[in-house]
Antibody, heavy 123, light 108 residues
Framework: EVHLMESGGGLVQPGRSLRLSCTASGFTFGDYDMSWVRQAPGKGLEWVSF??????????EYAASVIGRFFLSRDDSKSIAYLQMNSLTPEDTAIYYC??????????????WGQGTLVTVSS | DIQMTQSPSSLSASVGDRVTINCRAS??????LNWYQQKPGKAPKLLIYAASSLQSGVPSRFSGSGSGTDFTLTISSLQPEDFATYYCQQSYTTPFYTFGQGTKLEIK
């Protein structure tokens, strides 16, 4: 069974950093692209970042709202994706979800999600 | 960036009703459109991908249609467990897969 578990969330002061982890199980992690989506309290879903599988370069992409501050990496030997978040602001307060990117017949979707980890940025 | 706009933003309906939720893209996305369901306090769940393909395990009362810029999610006969918030997502511009703002489906 596919399982994704986020960790590392918590309360952090503005300007500080936090690293989130997404630990995967139940599938060959290295074969998949992975993505992070966040949801501010009472708001909708916002795509944050994406990392390709090593077969496609292992490179990452970012939403305009986090580019230059957030960095996504992966350790396929441990089946973990890391989201390093720097220079955090109150606008980064959200539940952060890790997702698996599925490609079926050329169509991408997020077929599995973790339970989410809450990041609160406040002084 | 491709903008996704859902309508309505909220909707009240009764068990057994047929419900449709709309999603419009700011430019053509062919059929690169997904639908998700989110219940309070839970992670979203994939319902439909490629505009009309039902994800494994999703009840057949859910269906999707559309192509180009206009899409629809239909629930043929609402069940109590269907009251949730629904999001569309375009998967046309790899990997910048933007979401609609959501449609909250409430019990009348």
């Amino acid at each position: 069974e596919v399982h994704l578990m986020e960790s590392g969330g918590g309360l952090v002061q503005p300007g500080r950093s936090l690293r989130l982890s997404c630990t995967a199980s139940g599938f060959t992690f290295g074969d998949y692209d992975m993505s992070w989506v966040r949801q501010a309290p009472g708001k909708g879903l916002e795509w944050v970042s994406f990392i390709r599988s090593k077969a496609y370069g292992g490179t990452a992409e970012y939403a305009a709202s986090v580019i230059g501050r957030f960095f996504l990496s992966r350790d396929d030997s441990k089946s973990i994706a890391y989201l390093q978040m720097n220079s955090l602001t109150p606008e980064d307060t959200a539940i952060y979800y890790c997702t698996r990117v599925s490609e079926l017949n050329g169509y991408a979707s997020y077929d599995h999600w973790g339970q989410g980890t809450l990041v609160t940025v406040s002084s | 960036d491709i903008q996704m706009t859902q309508s309505p933003s909220s909707l009240s309906a009764s068990v057994g009703d047929r419900v449709t939720i709309n999603c419009r893209a700011s430019q053509t996305i062919s059929n690169y459109l997904n639908w998700y369901q989110q219940k309070p306090g839970k992670a979203p769940k994939l319902l439909i991908y490629a505009a009309s393909s039902l994800q494994s395990g999703v009840p057949s009362r859910f269906s999707g249609s559309g192509s180009g810029t206009d899409f629809t999610l239909t629930i043929s006969s609402l069940q109590p467990e269907d009251f949730a918030t629904y999001y569309c997502q375009q998967s046309y511009t790899t990997p910048f897969y933007t979401f609609g703002q959501g449609t909250k489906l409430e019990i009348k």
